[in-house]
């Protein structure tokens, strides 16, 4: 933590190494929690460089509180996300599901298999709340602790605690719901 908390003060002095060693530190975090939040590869490429663009532009406002820098970050993000969905709402498109990566020398069965999986996932996903997303979101694609969770979304770590459970609760039960349907 000390490390960090010198590598951002040295980037809000405007050391441009300091911040690249950020942005190499968190990129992966914001760019798994964006993707899963917007479910499309190119606009979660795009959305995670506005993400560090904005905390380049904002740095020298940034305050230790007691928390990872990587929170703060995680508001950007999720304010960029809540912006994008705005636009596209605006625009009336659909968003399209994930595309799984192909492997070559991959058996067509097994992704064919994965794709499916994974349109499951996205579909009750969706069906979460809002709320149910954004802490499953944090919490897995993030990596965030619940107390990190806690602070970002701006309720109490119990909270977070009870919807990450009914989350998962929700997503098993679904999951099994179609799987059932699928077998039967």
Known sequence: MQQEES???RAQQGE?????QLYEAHFDKMHRYIVL???NQAD????T???FLKALESIGSYRWRGMPFSSWLFRIA??????HFRKRRKEK??????????VS??????????RLRLEQLAVAYQQLTEAQREVISLRLAGGLSVAETAKVMGKSEGAVKVLQHDALVKLRRILSSSNEEANG
């Open 44 to 47: 979660a490429e795009d959305l």
């Open 16 to 20: 441009p190494e300091a911040f690249a």
């Open 78 to 83: 999720h304010n960029q996300v809540v912006d």
């Open 37 to 39: 939040r917007v479910r």
């Open 93 to 102: 498109r659909t968003l399209p599901l994930d595309e799984a990566r192909t």
């Open 49 to 51: 460089q506005q993400v």
């Open 7 to 9: 590598l951002v003060r």
């Open 105 to 114: 020398g991959a058996d067509p069965a097994l992704l064919a298999e994965q």
